[in-house]
């Protein structure tokens, strides 16, 4: 039996994730009309972003808890710069013709 199938990894979340799509919503409903808001290109600001911020992995309920309380000023400001960056750098260089 192979290792992923010994173990139950579906409560394995990355709340960065969450964090980067909100903002994301938010940076492009604010501010970024001329904005591709193709798949492909959103999907690129998503992935660039959260290869900019620090991974914040969570298992249970009391990791959600705890990610909630320090996802306060200082990370948030970090997914918000992230964000900015990722679609700076999308709309200057969009992957697609």
């Known amino acids: 039996m192979a290792f992923i199938d010994e173990y139950d990894f ?3 979340k990355n709340e960065a994730e969450n964090l980067v ?3 994301m919503e938010f940076q492009l409903k ?10 492909e290109c ?6 660039i972003a ?3 911020v620090k991974p914040m992995y969570r298992f249970s309920l009391l990791g959600t808890l705890y ?3 320090i996802s306060e000023k200082a990370y948030a400001d970090s ?4 964000v900015k960056q990722a679609i700076a750098k999308v709309k200057k260089n969009p992957a697609h013709d």
């Open 10 to 12: 579906h409560m394995l």
């Open 21 to 23: 799509l909100r903002e």
């Open 30 to 39: 604010s501010g970024h009309e001329n904005m591709c808001s193709c798949n």
């Open 42 to 47: 959103i999907v690129d600001i998503a992935a």
């Open 50 to 52: 959260l290869n900019l």
């Open 67 to 69: 990610m909630q309380a």
């Open 79 to 82: 997914i918000k710069e992230a």
